[in-house]
């Protein structure tokens, strides 16, 4: 246990670790930099610091479950979430009617997102280029959507959560929350696309209001390339099965513009097996997926993630494994 929250939660270390630090010298230098963990992203006060998530972690509800792994391994039980049979409900049921929990969940996700984030928009800016509006979906707090509004003014950000998270939600902020079940529907992107166009068409008639020109860029892109409809899954799908990962998946299909009209998946999760090779890599992508069971969800290869893109409707996908352990997946109707 100690071993993996160790390794668990300090996946990921940007920027690059200092030449003479712990990681130089048996790795390929070509390989991504981002590995294991200045004790610094603990402490409090110290920029987009991990102590929130260590917190839920080591939490007594995250770590009881796993007293029930051994037997869990070694009999067919009939209920396959080791969280709910400690808690006799799952982690998102428990984090609904227990407030105290509820914060440490949010504010672990919060601290991670914003993390993270900072990474995938230095390091992936093109992924979210262009965007014109954006879907979070399980966005909790809404670290990567106002990660995303900040870097990117022009998009207009939402995050779709449960009420008991949305009321919790900064206010004061450029986005919007929303109050919905995935499970059931994914508001569409598209709002802010609609004002864009409009806008060109009064402000640029000389041309066919497709085309920004110098005059009238839309955050330095034409609007021919400011149409992208995106939804964003952002640590979320690991937490499910495959039943329930194509189901949210088909809701976000269904809110996307085909990929022509610039709509597109954006996932942020681990690709087994992308990315580095290095064994400390493979150990944390393991261990994420023993700590994903135990919440019923699990790690996924590039295989088995292609199977759920192709149940729900996808036709094509690009991985890109730029986030230490986690890669950034876009996925096109
Ligand atoms: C692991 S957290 C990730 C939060 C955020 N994406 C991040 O990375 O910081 C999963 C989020 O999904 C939300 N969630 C779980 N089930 C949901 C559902 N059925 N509909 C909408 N949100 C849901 C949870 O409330 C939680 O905020």
Redesign the pocket.
């Known amino acids: 246990m100690r071993l993996f929250v160790a390794t668990g939660v300090f996946a990921v270390q940007h920027p690059p670790p200092a030449s003479g630090s712990r990681n130089d010298g048996d790795d390929d230098d070509d390989e991504p930099t981002y590995m294991l963990t200045p004790t610094s992203r603990l402490l409090v006060g110290s920029q987009n610091n991990l102590a929130a998530l260590t917190a839920l972690v080591t939490h007594p509800a995250m770590v009881t479950p796993f007293f029930e792994l051994g037997k869990w391994l070694q009999h067919e039980l009939p209920d396959p979430c080791i969280f709910k049979r400690a808690h006799g409900r799952t982690l998102?049921e428990h984090?609904?009617r227990d407030a105290a929990f509820d914060a440490l969940?949010?504010d672990g996700?919060?601290s991670?997102?914003h993390f993270?984030m900072d990474i995938a928009i230095s390091e992936c800016a093109r992924v979210f280029g262009g965007i014109s509006s954006l879907v979070?979906?399980?966005?909790?707090?809404g670290?990567?959507a106002q990660a995303i509004s900040k870097a990117f003014p022009d998009v207009e950000c939402s995050v779709?959560?449960?009420d008991?998270?949305v009321a919790k939600a900064p206010s004061g902020t450029k986005v919007r929350y929303v109050v919905?079940?995935?499970?059931?529907s994914v508001p569409p992107a598209d709002a802010m696309f609609f004002k864009l166009k409009e806008m060109f068409r009064k402000e640029n008639r000389k041309s066919d209001g497709c085309n920004a020109n110098a005059e009238n860029p839309i955050g330095g892109f034409s609007l021919s390339q400011c149409c992208y409809y995106v939804v964003?899954?952002?640590?979320?799908l690991h937490?499910w099965g495959d039943e329930e990962c194509t189901m949210?998946l088909k809701n976000c299909r269904k809110s996307i513009p085909p990929r022509e009209k610039g709509g597109k998946v954006i996932i942020?999760d681990i690709v087994v097996g992308a990315g580095s090779s290095d064994f400390r890599h493979k150990e944390i992508e393991a261990l994420f997926d023993i700590y994903m069971m135990v919440v019923n969800g699990k790690e996924r290869n590039e295989q088995e993630w292609k199977k759920i893109f192709l149940r729900a409707g996808f036709s094509d996908y690009k991985i890109t494994p730029v986030l230490g352990v986690r890669s950034i997946i876009e996925v096109y109707p």
């Open positions: 998102w984090a609904s969940v949010n996700m919060l991670d997102s993270i979070d979906v399980g966005g909790g707090l670290a990567a779709l959560d449960f008991h998270v919905g079940d995935m499970f059931e964003l899954c952002q640590w979320v937490d949210i942020i």
